[in-house]
């Protein structure tokens, strides 16, 4: 949420700013902005809306910069004050001599702020960040040490923040700083990157170092000096990123959702790759820590997670109360962090989280972890907060994910959990091996099956055609699938804006059946199973209310022709892991609808990748 970019260096420094302004542009998109140090003073320049208008206002200064190798830059998801020019970032003290962007949200910026007035402050913005602007530069009056005066600050801020400071007096010097959202610095040759994501820097160095929480690190282009929030020098600890600058082309596809969506395959390979070598081996988890005693000893598990990775999280349920006969609860983070949650040393919290830097998750785990249980994480980024505070880790694996919409690490997070569940039955001798070796066969299968889905998409295009004008959208499914049937809706909400809700088929009759109508579209998730055929009842009251049926289903039955509209096949598989194979069209389906209403698919309105607000 927000984008930090930074250099100093050698390099014409607009050009790395704005490429990567891009590479963060998933990460929110209402305005942006960059400040550079130019011979005589810094220079800020903004715009509102995408990036391309901050490219087109750069276009009529390139004079102004050309020379300049040190700068910041800056992409916001509005938080405090609407997507103005104004409230873009970078922000400026009242001289204009201090220029600072920050991600993050600054908790006591009114008290800050009032105090700062009085004290002679002109606020120019809505925005919490401006009073940090003023802050450093009233504590830098004091000092004349900037990065004093960044740690003098950061003592007197509640929130969460990663800043980057420019000062005019400091002509090749940025600082940077952290609480509780993530920043790290990139290593090149007489150059040096700030970043609050990997894709902004990637291009140019693979060399990195994370910052932790109150550290403080001052970046010239020959080197880097880091310092805990007394001053105090503490060695680096530099690290080889783990991606590619491939992961972030579209490799041909018009969008990355749909080049996500293809990877899908590959990535429950991968996932598999080292884990699962053949139906008769165990499975391999070597990064979860939970002995046999400790899972004996489990009375309860508690899953935390939000959006997709929620939905992720509540066929998780599923899966180890099958596998393993424990008690699972799933949750919501933003919940489960306001309330009087009861846990312990017997309870295994299991964080999901693509990012591994949503606020509320990674607040959730905290008091978790500080009530004594065990912390897994299953995330896509080993390299994020979250992973860092995890006893046990399982990485997905699924490559870095562009698109706003979460595809192919929804379905990374779901092999995560098989793999999981699977393990843990191995240790608790829960299932019958013969049934256990049926799963894991099953497993590896499964690549191909959603190659097939992915290789004959007509029908699912032809029903993004013919729904592509409903207001409404509802999508039904029991057992298993009813998750499947919640990030269906959410796939479709999120990038076309339609109006979609997911239920369990058996609570229309509760409510629902009264929106029912002619003009409803209702998607039942038919997979054969325990709940297959009450769910074609299901389906009936809805038929009876006239509503447009669509079915997806792995039946191959005809009959079903007669009940529904448009009839949209997936190959069988076990039920159990039939969510693997039903989301897929129903992401294609999302995907095909919103590009054919044309969408902006990759970065829909009011969204941002990376939630790290609580
Ligand atoms: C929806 C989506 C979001 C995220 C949610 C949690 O497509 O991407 O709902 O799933 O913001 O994010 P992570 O998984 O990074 O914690």
Redesign the pocket.
Known sequence: MCGIVGYVGNKSVMDILVDGLEQLEYRGYDSSGVAVMCEDEIKVYKAIGKLNNLREELLKHKGEYEKSTMGIGHIRWATHGAPTVLNAHPHTCTCGNLVIVHNGIIENYKELREQLSKEGCVFRSQTDTEVVAHLVAKMYAKTKDLPKAVREATKQIDGAYALCVMHNDCKNTLVLTKRNAPLLVGIGENEFFAASDVPAIIKHTKKAMYLNDNQVVVLTPEKMILTDIEGNEISPKIELLPWEPVALSKMGYKHYMLKEIHEQPDVIRNILVGKLHAPDENIILNEVKLTKETLKNLNRIQII?????LHAAMIGKYIIESFCGIAVDVEASSEYIYRKTVTDKHTLVIG???????AD?LTAIKQAKAKGSHILIITNRPDSAMAREADSLVPVNAGIEVS???TK?YTAQLMAFYLLGLYMAEIKESVPVAELNSYKAEMMLLPQKIEQILAHTEDIQKCARVYSSTKDFIFVARGINFPTALEGA??LK?ISYINATGYPAGELKHGPIAMLDETMPVLSILMKGCVYEKLLSNSEEAKARNARMIALTNSKSEKLEDLFDNIIRVPEVQELFSPLVAIVPLQLLAYYIAEFLGKDVDQPRNLA???TVE
């Not at 997670?305 to 990775?309: L, N």
């Not at 999901?352 to 949503?358: A, K, L, P, R």
């Open positions: 997670a939000c959006g997709t990775s999901v989280s693509q990012s591994g830097e949503t998750t706003v919409a979460a690490s959410l796939k999120e990748k990376s939630v």
